[in-house]
């Protein structure tokens, strides 16, 4: 059986992050960037597009400390699970 090293984990040098602002970004526009990449400051978005690395770059030189990235899948209808 092979085993994987994982990477070491390291402290993030912003601290903690709270991304509710974000989380509420997403749940009321996800739909309008569906198969993109968006990338957040907050509740204000940075940018978006099919390769988040220069909007990532754009959002470090506006000086976003953490820049909160996501990819935009296609919406799924609720879950329902159990016996038919």
């Not at 990449?37 to 976003?64: C, M, T």
């Amino acid at each position: 059986m092979a085993t994987e090293t994982v990477p070491s984990a390291r402290n993030s040098s912003v601290g903690y992050l709270n991304q509710m602002k974000e989380q509420l970004w997403l749940r009321e526009h996800a739909h309008e960037f569906i198969g993109q990449w968006v990338v957040l400051d907050g509740d204000r978005l940075v940018g978006h597009g099919p390769d988040p690395r220069p909007i990532v770059a754009q959002a470090r030189a506006e000086s976003v400390a953490a820049p909160f990235v996501e990819l935009i899948g296609e919406e799924k209808g609720p879950f329902m699970g159990g016996w038919l």
